[in-house]
Structures are given as structure tokens and as C-alpha cells.
């Protein structure tokens, strides 16, 4: 029988780093999303402007551009490996 590991693994100073940062980029992005929601939300126009067939490429336009600063953010961030 193994006995228990009884010391902390302190993680390295470049891991800590780059969880600090990647945390901070999920924190930005929801603090975004909440802020374009509750704008959304709270003006009837905007929101029936969205949702309506003329909204369709608004939203189209916006996942192209998520999916492009994902995109830019994994290839800057390949030196991390």
C-alpha cells in the first residue's frame, strides 16, 4: 500500500502566469457577452432588430469574428507549449 502524498505540488511560475492570463481573457469575454446581452435586453428595438430576418447576418457577422480572434488569440499564444 502506497502512502499518501502528504506535500503540495506548487505549480511553476510560467504555468501560473499563463493561467492568470487565459483566466483574464475568459473573464473579459463573459464580462462582454453579459454587458451586449443586457444591452440587447434592455432596448426592445435592438433586440427585434436582431432576431428578425434582417438580424440574421448581424449574427453571422459576429460568430465570423469570434471565430477569428480565437483563432488569432491560439496562434499567438503557440509559444506556450
Known amino acids: 500500500m ?12 510560467e504555468e501560473r502566469v499563463y ?16 454587458a451586449v446581452a443586457y444591452a440587447l435586453g434592455r432596448d426592445a428595438h435592438a433586440l ?4 428578425t430576418a434582417g438580424g440574421g447576418w448581424v449574427f453571422f457577422a459576429l460568430l465570423v469574428v469570434e471565430l477569428l480572434l480565437v483563432g488569432g488569440l491560439v496562434t499567438s499564444s503557440a509559444g506556450w507549449t
Open 48 to 51: 427585434h432588430a436582431f432576431l
Open 2 to 13: 502506497r502512502p499518501l502524498a502528504t506535500e503540495t505540488i506548487a505549480p511553476a511560475a
Open 19 to 34: 493561467f492568470r492570463e487565459a483566466f483574464a481573457w475568459m473573464g473579459g469575454g463573459l464580462a462582454i457577452t453579459g
